[in-house]
């Protein structure tokens, strides 16, 4: 398979940014989504504490709204085929001071997370020691295509 994509320059911080419909994820799976990836969300997670880990970085915590936040873009990503980033992002995620998220396709999460690794603001928000939490989606398209969408906070 190709090398991992990338959706532009990572989000960070709190832009002002209009927010957009999107779908409500597995609830209402779309057509040409083929399922969520659990081993690769677990494999992402994984990786993202060992890189971390490597770095002297605390590994990241887990709540209900960034991991919820992160499977209903890769979703919804997914479905339409267009790697983007979430604009209604900050609207979605609850309680932060910051909030970074990286968007990525690829054959698998190893994959994926190289390619996070060599771009530096993708880079950087993985290793932002301001950062607690990660959110983390994975969906397997149809056409055989990993989704990843990680989704970084830091809690008030």
Same mark, same amino acid.
């Given at each position: $398979? ?7 320059? +990572?989000?960070? /911080?709190?832009? /002002? ?10 609830? =209402? ?19 993202? %504490?060992?890189?971390?880990? %490597? ?18 873009? +890769? ?37 994926? $997370? ?23 989606? =994975?969906?397997?398209? +149809? ?14």
């Amino acid at each position: $398979m190709a090398a991992a994509t990338l959706g532009g320059s +990572a989000v960070v /911080a709190t832009p /002002a940014q209009a927010e957009v419909p999107f779908g409500t994820g597995p609830t =209402a799976v779309p057509l040409g989504v083929q399922d969520g990836d659990w081993p690769a969300h677990f494999r992402t997670r994984v990786l993202l %504490d060992q890189v971390r880990a %490597d770095a002297g970085l605390a590994p990241l915590g887990w709540a209900p709204d960034t991991d919820r936040v992160a499977g209903d873009w +890769a979703w919804e990503i997914a479905r339409r085929g267009v790697l983007q980033h979430n604009q209604a992002l900050r609207w979605r995620v609850e309680g932060y001071r910051l909030y970074a998220e990286n968007v990525g396709y690829g054959g698998d999460a190893d994959q994926i $997370m190289r390619a996070f690794l060599d771009s530096r603001g993708h880079r950087q928000n993985i290793l932002n020691p301001a950062v607690d939490t990660v959110g983390v989606g =994975a969906v397997r398209s +149809a056409d055989g295509r990993l989704w990843i969408v990680e989704v970084f906070k830091d809690t008030v």
